[in-house]
C-alpha cells in the first residue's frame, strides 16, 4: 500500500507513531509521513531544523515530507493556538500543492492537537482517497479538564472542529473503550469506529536489576520510584509532590521528561523543600529508559481528578507493563482498571496525595519476590492485550480493508 502519515508530532520527537511509520515500511508499504518541524517538548526546533529545512527527510524506509510550524514556546494558550493553527494550514497547503503521489489509504495519528485532521482532509478531498483517525485524546473535553480552555463559546467552536474531522474520516479508532462515547456523540453514525489500543516499541521488555548498575547509580540510596513521560497539567504531579512531602527521604522519586510545567516542577521542588526527595533528572532517549525502569523500585503514573480522564489509557502504562516492574497508579476508570486486572502494583484515586503515601509504604513493606511477581503479572498482561506485532497486525488489516474504497 502507499500510506500518507499525517501527525503533529514525529521523529526526533518520541511518539508512538514513529514505531508503526518504520513497522509499516519493514513490512513493505510505500509510507510517506506529513509533519512539522519538530520543537515538542521544549518549545524550540531542534538543533538543525530552520523554519523551512529540511523540507524532506527518510526515516527507517519512510519518506518524511515536513511543512513549516510556529513552535510552542513556553507552551502558552496563545503559542499552543498558534502551533496548532500553524501546523493545520501550513500541512494543509503542502498536502494539496507539494504531495504528488497517489496514496491508497491515510492514516492521521491524533494524541492531540484535532487539528491535525484539517491537512488529512484536504488531502482526501483532493485524491479521493480514504482517511482512518486514530483517537489518542479526546476533544474538546481536556481541553477543558486541564484548564487549557475556558470560554464556552471557544469550546462550541473546537466542537464543531471535531465534528468535521470526523465526518471526513472514513474510519475511527480508539485507543480506550473509554472513548467510545464521546466519539460517538461527534461522529456521523455511518463512520465505523474500532478499538485499537497502544502498545510499547520492543525495546521495553523485562531487564535484570542486576545488569543495570549504572543507572541505578544515578539515583539516591533509598526506594526509588520513577516517573518517565510528559510533565504538563494533565499529569498532577501535585500529588506526588503532597506524598513525597509526607514520607521520610529514604524514599526517592526520580523524575525523567519535559513538558509546559516543568519549570514548575523545578521550582515547587525548591519551595516545599523536597531537593532530597524529588530528582527531577530531566528527558533520555526513549530506547535508554527499560535500563532506568529496571533499576527502579517501581514506576509511577498519575493523571488528574478528571472524569474525561477516567477515559484514557496513559501510553506509558503500557510501556511500564512491558518492562515488567510494579507499578503505583494514580488513576481512575480504564488505567485503574488495568492495573488491577494485571494485578501488578497499587492504585489511588486520583489527588490524594496521603492514600499515595500509604500505597508507596505498603508496596516498600512487601518482600522484594513479592514485588518481582507484580512485575511479572504486569508483564503477562501486556503480552496477552497490547502485544505489539497483533496491535500493528489489526491496524495493517484495517487499513488494507480499506485502501483505495469509495470515499
Known amino acids: 500500500m502507499k500510506i500518507l502519515v499525517v501527525t503533529h508530532y514525529f521523529w526526533p520527537e518520541s511518539f508512538r507513531i514513529n514505531d508503526l511509520v518504520a513497522e509499516l515500511a519493514q513490512r513493505g508499504h510505500r509510507v510517506t509521513v ?17 523554519w523551512l529545512r529540511p523540507s524532506r527527510q527518510e526515516y527507517r524506509g519512510a519518506t518524511i515530507v515536513r511543512h513549516p510550524v510556529v513552535t510552542r514556546g513556553s507552551g502558552s494558550g496563545l503559542r499552543r ?12 497547503l503542502f498536502g494539496a500543492l507539494f504531495l504528488r503521489e497517489r496514496f491508497d489509504v491515510i492514516f492521521t495519528f491524533e494524541p492531540s492537537p484535532i487539528t491535525t485532521g484539517v491537512p488529512s482532509a484536504v488531502v482526501r478531498w483532493r485524491q479521493r482517497v480514504p482517511a482512518v483517525l486514530w ?72 531487564l535484570a536489576p542486576e545488569t543495570c548498575v549504572a543507572e541505578r547509580a544515578e539515583y539516591p540510596a533509598g526506594f526509588a520510584i520513577v516517573f518517565a ?11 506526588m509532590l503532597d506524598a513525597a512531602q509526607a514520607l521520610s527521604a529514604d524514599i526517592q522519586w526520580i523524575v525523567f521528561g519535559d513538558g509546559h510545567r516543568a519549570d514548575w516542577l ?33 514506576l509511577f503514573v498519575s493523571l488528574r481528578d478528571d472524569p474525561i480522564f477516567a477515559l484514557t489509557i496513559p501510553s506509558k502504562l503500557q510501556s511500564y507493563l512491558a518492562c515488567g516492574r510494579p507499578v503505583i497508579a494514580v488513576l481512575a476508570g480504564e488505567g485503574a482498571r488495568i492495573v488491577r486486572e494485571a494485578a501488578c502494583g497499587m492504585v489511588v484515586s486520583p489527588g490524594d496525595g496521603a492514600a ?50 469509495p470515499t
Open 135 to 206: 483517537v489518542q485524546d479526546l476533544w474538546p473535553e481536556t481541553l477543558l479538564a486541564t484548564g487549557m480552555v475556558k470560554s464556552r463559546l471557544i469550546l462550541r467552536l473546537v466542537a464543531h472542529l471535531v465534528r468535521f474531522v470526523y465526518r471526513t474520516t472514513d474510519l475511527i479508532l480508539v485507543q480506550s473503550h473509554g472513548f467510545l462515547d464521546s466519539v460517538q456523540r461527534y461522529a456521523p453514525a455511518r463512520t465505523p469506529i474500532e478499538y485499537v489500543p497502544n502498545w510499547a516499541e520492543d525495546f521495553y521488555r523485562p
Open 81 to 92: 493556538i498558534l502551533n496548532y493553527g500553524s501546523a493545520a494550514a501550513f500541512g494543509a
Open 356 to 405: 499515595l503515601a500509604r500505597a508507596v509504604l505498603e508496596l516498600r513493606g512487601l518482600a522484594p519476590a513479592v514485588r518481582s511477581a507484580m512485575g511479572a503479572r504486569g508483564h503477562d498482561y501486556y503480552r496477552a492485550h497490547f502485544e505489539r506485532g497483533r496491535v500493528i497486525d489489526r491496524v495493517e488489516a484495517l487499513l488494507t480493508s480499506l485502501a483505495r474504497s
Open 229 to 239: 513521560g510528559s510533565i504538563g497539567a494533565a499529569q498532577s504531579l501535585e500529588t
Open 266 to 298: 523545578r521550582e515547587q521542588i525548591a519551595e516545599r523543600g523536597l531537593g532530597n526527595r524529588v530528582h527531577f533528572l530531566g528527558s533520555r532517549p526513549a530506547e535508554t529508559m527499560p535500563r532506568y525502569f529496571a533499576a527502579a523500585d517501581a
Open 34 to 50: 506529513l509533519t512539522g518541524m519538530p520543537n515538542y517538548p521544549g518549545g524550540r526546533r531542534y538543533q538543525g531544523y530552520g
